[in-house]
């Protein structure tokens, strides 16, 4: 199972292939349901809003069932990670809908679990004082 995020979800997606070097092809389906974007023949586009992608990405994709989300993402200028295995993909947001973000002074919705499995939503404490205290190992 190949593991997909970004800011807002994360899904597994059983049906992908193994990821081919810097490739990762997944349903038409799952990115819409992942990113909110849908492929469509004038670009990528979420709601009203169409980017054109890449000739070359567009020519390989657009006719597909399945995209390669690594080539549509690259080709929008947006930042994309994987783990050395490649059974972890991040698509990041674009520098623009980060400061936009920024701008609003509200924190993104997330969701995690406490020590005894229970999982919070930031979202359950809208409208309070909230301490996030955070912690890495690198």
Do not use: N
Request: net charge negative; aromatic share 6%; proline share 7%.
């Amino acid at each position: 199972m190949i593991q997909l995020l970004t800011a807002e979800k994360q899904i597994g997606v059983p049906e992908a292939p193994e990821p081919t070097g810097e490739e990762l092809w997944i349903g038409r389906d799952t990115l819409e349901e992942l990113t909110g974007w849908q492929l469509k023949p004038e670009g990528l586009c979420k709601g009203d809003v169409c980017t054109p992608v890449a000739p070359e990405v567009a020519a390989r994709c657009v006719d597909a069932e399945k995209v390669d989300v690594a080539g549509l993402w690259k080709s929008l200028g947006r930042p994309l990670l994987r783990d050395r295995a490649g059974s972890t993909w991040m698509l990041g947001e674009a520098a623009s809908d980060r400061s936009r973000t920024l701008e609003s002074l509200e924190a993104p919705d997330f969701t995690l679990p406490d020590i005894e499995g229970k999982l919070h939503s930031l979202s359950d404490y809208r409208g309070k004082k909230v301490f996030l205290s955070t912690w890495a190992s690198w």
